[in-house]
């Protein structure tokens, strides 16, 4: 059977264990409060460059339909890196 003592002394122990995780698992929401900031900070970036790359997209479609639909040197291969670069940009965004 157990003592007054015994069971004081286990709450006591019981409530220090109880402390430290509490401290423990405020840490760590802080950490997880920091991560999701930089995260959001992060997304807002790639949408910003997603939007960058599709006006930069719009005017290479634009100035080959402004050329009588003939492109110049290296133009397809501007346009389909800046789609690559854009498709990039969006799975980060999902991801």
Not at 19 to 24: G, L, M, T
Not at 39 to 56: M, P, Q, S
């Amino acid at each position: 059977m157990h003592t007054l003592t015994d069971r004081l002394q286990a709450i006591q122990e019981r409530m220090t264990r109880l402390v430290r995780e509490h401290e423990q698992l405020r840490k760590k929401a802080t950490d997880l409060d920091a991560e999701a900031r930089d995260n959001h900070r992060k997304a807002e970036v790639l949408k910003a460059r997603v939007a960058e790359l599709e006006r930069e997209n719009e005017v290479l479609r634009n100035g080959r339909t402004a050329g009588g639909g003939t492109t110049g040197p290296g133009t397809k291969e501007q346009i389909d890196e800046l789609v690559h670069e854009i498709d990039n940009c969006l799975a980060l965004l999902k991801g």
